[in-house]
């Protein structure tokens, strides 16, 4: 496909309101199939689910470049007000969900022309916006290699505020059996919980129904420390209501990856992934907290998913963030680097802007920028 000229608008889609987000799914779609860099987090089916608990306190946007269609690229933002909890107008990404990743959509062969049509959308904000913030982006991603090198042309601020490396398990080069602590510990586990229970894992990728599967899994994130905190979904009806759409909605589309352990036939540890692209991407955990001094969750990924029985739709999983994955760390030996991007405004006033910005937040602990280690 022939790269487009770099002066096509970017256009702000409002996401709210009857039968907005539904006006936009079919271009919205057709971009998710042809992206460079797939994300599931950032496909209509994810936003539309999780919009109306995520929009409760700050209305999302679909922020899009190729205007007329096709699009080049889109990512779903919002407007923030404060940086670090400094007064900060600036655009970032919508955060959907505690493992989503925003990476933005870009088609396949014009990520030169999405950045430069982003960065040139920015300059041209008013000058209250004072820069953008990309959240939980893919490091390796082709659409923010092509951003970050538009950004050195420019002579923009670009700096990586936070990085972090998520658990990857790459299915065609499986990790070898070590005689560590931790494996001791596993077979150990694995050993007692066999001997005081009958246990069985599944795992599920196929268009069977899967209303079963919910239910047993809202009731185990119910019963663990989610549901003591009221933080559950079963807790909550607006993430109640978003998870059985997204579900039901992947599921038709046999895109939801399922593994589950069981003992004496009730659920004690549940993982639920999405794939795209070839990769699974973990989107949420629950275990039975009677069964802690087992590390169900370290058993299941253990087991899984290289021990399936089942033809998997995937060649790579990628683990989230938080304590549901920190057992990932040992059993996963590859690593996904995720990191946050801020880019200041072009020219002289707006990089002196975003550089004693950065500085100040830097010099009080807030931030960590990695500057140069993008590449």
């Not at 629950?286 to 021990?307: G, H, M, T, V, Y």
Request: aromatic share 8%; charged share 20%; net charge neutral.
């Amino acid at each position: 496909m022939a790269t487009r000229q770099t002066d096509e608008p970017m256009t702000l889609h409002p996401l709210q309101g009857d039968g907005r987000i539904q006006a936009v799914a079919p271009e919205w779609r057709a971009l998710a199939q042809d992206a460079s860099d797939p994300n599931p987090f950032m496909e209509f089916d994810f936003v539309e689910a999780q919009l109306p608990a995520a929009a409760a306190k700050t209305p999302i946007y679909l922020l899009t470049a190729g205007e007329p269609k096709p699009w080049t690229g889109a990512i779903a933002v919002k407007l923030a007000q404060r940086f670090c909890d400094i007064p900060a107008r600036h655009v970032t990404t919508a955060q959907l969900s505690e493992n989503g990743l925003s990476t933005p959509l870009v088609r396949n062969g014009e990520e030169r022309t999405f950045a430069r049509t982003l960065l040139n959308w920015l300059d041209d904000t008013p000058n209250n916006i004072l820069f953008l913030h990309l959240r939980q982006q893919l490091a390796d991603a082709t659409a923010l290699r092509a951003l970050a090198e538009a950004c050195l042309e420019d002579g923009r601020m670009f700096e990586i505020t936070a990085s972090s490396h998520r658990p990857m398990l790459n299915l065609a080069n499986p990790p070898a059996k070590a005689n560590t602590p931790y494996q001791t510990r596993i077979e150990e586990n694995w050993r007692s919980l066999m001997a005081q229970h009958a246990v069985a894992y599944t795992d599920h990728n196929t268009n069977t129904d899967i209303r079963e599967r919910i239910e047993d899994f809202l009731e185990l994130e119910h019963a663990g420390w989610s549901g003591a905190l009221a933080q559950s979904h079963l807790s909550c009806p607006d993430r109640l209501m978003s998870f059985r759409k997204l579900m039901n909605s992947l599921h038709r589309q046999n895109r939801l990856y399922w593994r589950q352990l069981k003992a004496n036939g009730a659920p004690i540890a549940m993982a639920i992934d999405i794939t795209a692209g070839g990769r699974a991407y973990a989107f949420a955990t629950a275990e039975n907290p009677e069964f802690s001094q087992f590390a169900p969750q370290w058993l299941l990924a253990a087991k899984s998913p290289i021990q399936a029985n089942s033809q998997l739709p995937v060649h790579t999983f990628i683990g989230g963030v938080g304590h549901s994955y920190t057992h990932l760390a040992e059993t996963w030996p590859d690593r996904q680097h995720v990191v946050d991007l801020f880019i200041g405004k072009k020219g002289a006033l707006g990089g002196a802007a975003a550089r004693a910005f950065l500085a100040v937040n830097a010099a009080h602990g807030r931030i960590q920028p990695l500057a140069g280690q993008y590449f």
